[in-house]
């Protein structure tokens, strides 16, 4: 009995080095990730911030957009389908974000 607890004692040490050595691996792979990842937080706090701006201000963007128009017709309507499509990137972006909070255990904000 007692050779059989001193086999399993060393499988539980070994086992324990090789998680641990598992762990420090998986750390060093993740390093360069987090400041990816600080820039992503960074960028869309940024939007999140003028999308803020632009609900308070609407007058301005309406005057901007058709100073645009006004200008040079055929590039407001380009800006326009680029400010389409970089909107519905951020609603699908926001969603990703909403799973990626509650994965990561920050509490998830509800669009407005």
């Given at each position: 009995m007692r050779e059989r607890l001193l086999v399993l004692a060393e499988r539980r040490a070994r086992l324990s080095a090789r998680a641990q050595a598992e762990r420090e691996t998986i750390a060093a792979l993740m390093k360069p990730a987090d400041g990816a990842t600080l820039v992503a937080i960074s960028a869309f706090r940024a939007?999140?911030?003028?999308?803020?701006?632009?609900?308070?201000?609407?007058?301005?963007?309406?005057?901007?957009v058709a100073l645009m128009a006004a200008l040079r017709p055929a590039r407001a309507i380009n800006w326009l389908a680029k400010g389409w499509s970089l909107w519905r990137l951020y609603r699908g972006a926001s969603g990703w974000w909403r799973r990626f909070e509650t994965f990561a255990g920050t509490p998830a904000r509800e669009p407005k």
């Open positions: 939007a999140q911030r003028a999308l803020a701006e632009a609900r308070r201000h609407p007058l301005i963007m309406v005057a901007g």
